[in-house]
């Protein structure tokens, strides 16, 4: 018994000396230390002769210290054994390499790719450590034999990375395509990978070979799978027309019936700001959707895409097909998001709240779970506020926010609490709820609750009466009302009676949304402008050259001045909430591909 826990002992101290040994040769490797390292490895392969990533680590060492003819000796001895891993006779071949000995060196990498053919299972290491060298050649070869000598291998991920660093992107393409196929990796995995390949430009080279490729596929194994993927590919380039092409294609030819891509494409387009497909897309949902859900949904989104510029005589023909829709599909719980969207047309367009708030109050009545009454309370809640009902408001808020206290909901319904303090003055008690949401989980949510809380701390501050403060709130108010141009007077009052005061620079970014909004670009150009002049060190400094960027690209055409507005926030203010859009859309006119 006691010979026997002697052995034990020394096996385990023999094995802690083996990693205190493996630890520091890999550390001194690491380090560049290769002369101390080699001491470590060299007693380790002595130690553990079968142990190939020590071999491999004496290998390194050796060949960083140019010690190759020592490097050769170690492995001749290796590829001796009948048993070598095939692994050897490349490293063998790369010791040649670093001497400048290529034929040599080619003798070895075949020798390593012969050993596929008596284990093709040898495939994968071959191969990959080809690509560790960077032997492409070689590494497409050892996959391929190992796939062809045993067909359920698939090394398809392996070569489509190497096509693509050798620019053969044709092949690339076919060989995610397999593994999309073969149903061997998800779809989104190997378009993340495609993607770095492709851009918004129908014409790249790139994008024409993918079409190419999709086509052949079709043409070779007609399934909808090169539909769907087609439709992938010309919504990357935004040609919604032909998006909607191959997505009707896929709705004819599916089992279910869902006309979940289909409304997906229409909301990307209506997104994109492509009304003429986006209304094409909707009417076909319309005319074609069994489930009433859907083909309401279709509705609503025709009733916004009329919503986005109307005229009198709009709103008088938007109000009709609401009242018509009402009859059709009448005051229920499947229905709410029509409710919803009525109250608001209502309030927000029509300046009619009260009917609104009855609706809205009927439907609370009906049958349904604690998202759908959260929806509908958050709805009501923010026409209370339109009204001016702030307690009314508030309680619905309040109910919303407890319901809800983990969910994103949740932490909107308490952001709303906040803005309706706000508004009513209650200053205190909206920055206790601000506090809060600093740390919501939805960025958009913390970086709203964020400036709205330095707002009111900074111009509490510097004025105890607060009395820009409350200007700005109704402002606020104001605009929250579509009463603009009443908002952007009160905003002038502020710039011109309180000027060198904190709240200067926010007046200035809200009085320049509200004239964009009017379509007052010049006025809303020079505001923008004062901001990032003289507030360059401001909270709002990287709003200002947002707004300035978006401007002169959508609207006033001038793409060098929008570049230079981008570029300001990738190098000044990295940790905007507006740098990865920034960084994108800089990217975009400078003409980069865009994944």
């Known amino acids: 018994m006691r010979y026997f826990l002697f052995l034990i002992s020394c096996f385990c101290l023999l094995t802690y000396a083996n990693a205190q040994e493996d630890f520091l040769a890999k550390q001194y490797f690491n380090d560049g230390d290769y002369e101390k390292a080699v001491v470590f490895y060299a007693k380790l392969v002595e130690q553990n002769p079968r142990r190939t990533d020590y071999s491999e680590g004496l290998v390194a060492c050796y060949q960083q210290l140019e010690r190759y003819e020592d490097a050769e000796s170690f492995l001749l001895e290796k590829v001796d054994d009948p048993y070598a891993f095939p692994t050897f006779f490349i490293e063998l071949g790369y010791n040649y390499t670093l001497q400048n000995q290529a034929d040599r060196a080619t003798e070895y990498y075949e020798r390593a790719v012969q050993k596929i053919d008596e284990n093709p299972n040898y495939g994968y290491s071959v191969g990959y450590r080809f690509q560790k060298y960077a032997i492409l050649d070689y590494a497409v070869k050892a996959y391929s034999k190992a796939m062809a000598l045993k067909p359920e291998l698939n090394y398809d991920f392996q070569l489509a990375r190497i096509y693509g660093e050798q620019g053969d992107i044709e092949k690339m393409y076919q060989s995610y395509l397999n593994l999309i196929w073969e149903g061997r990796t998800s779809r989104s995995n190997v378009l993340r990978n495609i993607d770095d390949f ?62 979940d891509r289909l409304e997906n494409l229409g909301q990307i387009a209506l ?98 779970n604690r998202m759908a009454v959260a929806y509908v309370k958050l709805a009501l809640g923010d026409i209370l506020v339109y009204n001016q009902q702030f307690n009314q408001a508030l309680i619905n808020f309040t109910q919303v926010q407890k319901s809800l206290k983990n969910d994103v909901l949740g932490q909107n319904a308490r952001f709303k609490v906040a803005q309706t303090s706000f508004y009513k003055g209650d200053f205190d008690w909206a920055l206790t709820q601000l506090k809060v949401l600093r740390g919501s989980t939805s960025q958009l949510i913390a970086n709203d609750a964020m400036q709205l809380s330095l707002l009111i701390s900074d111009n509490s501050l510097e004025d105890s009466t607060q009395t820009a403060l409350r200007k700005y709130a109704r402002a606020d108010l104001m605009a929250y009302q579509n009463k603009n141009v009443e908002a952007i007077t009160v905003l002038e009052d502020i710039l011109q009676n309180h000027k060198g005061e904190k709240i200067e620079d926010e007046a200035l970014l809200k009085q320049a949304e509200l004239l964009e909004a009017q379509k007052d670009y010049e006025s809303a150009e020079f505001n923008y402008k004062k901001i990032v002049e003289f507030y360059s060190d401001g909270i709002l400094a990287d709003d200002a050259h947002f707004a300035l960027g978006e401007l002169y690209r959508n609207i006033l055409n001038e793409p060098e001045k929008a570049k230079s507005h981008y570029e300001k926030i990738i190098y000044n203010y990295q940790d905007s909430y507006y740098f990865p859009q920034a960084r994108k859309n800089f990217r975009r006119l400078r003409g980069d591909a865009i994944n």
């Open 198 to 259: 492709i851009s918004e430009d129908p014409t790249d080279s790139n994008n024409a070979l993918l079409r190419k490729v999709l086509l052949q596929n079709a043409q070779k194994n007609p399934d909808i799978l090169w539909n769907e993927l087609l439709s992938w590919l010309f919504i990357q380039q935004k040609q919604y027309n032909s998006a909607f092409s191959q997505e009707k294609a896929i709705f004819k030819r599916s089992e279910d019936n869902s006309m």
């Open 271 to 368: 997104e994109e700001n492509d009304l003429e497909n986006a209304t094409a897309i909707f009417d076909y949902i319309v005319d074609n959707a069994d489930d009433p859900r859907t083909k309401l949904n279709a509705q609503l989104h025709l009733i916004d895409i009329e919503l986005l510029d109307p005229t009198e005589k709009t709103l008088d023909e938007v109000e009709k097909k609401f009242q018509d829709l009402e009859a059709e599909y009448g005051n229920e719980s499947r229905t709410l998001q029509l409710q919803i969207a009525y109250a608001n047309f209502l309030t927000f367009k029509r300046e009619r709240p009260e009917p609104a708030i009855a609706l809205l109050k009927e439907s609370l009545e009906l049958p349904m």
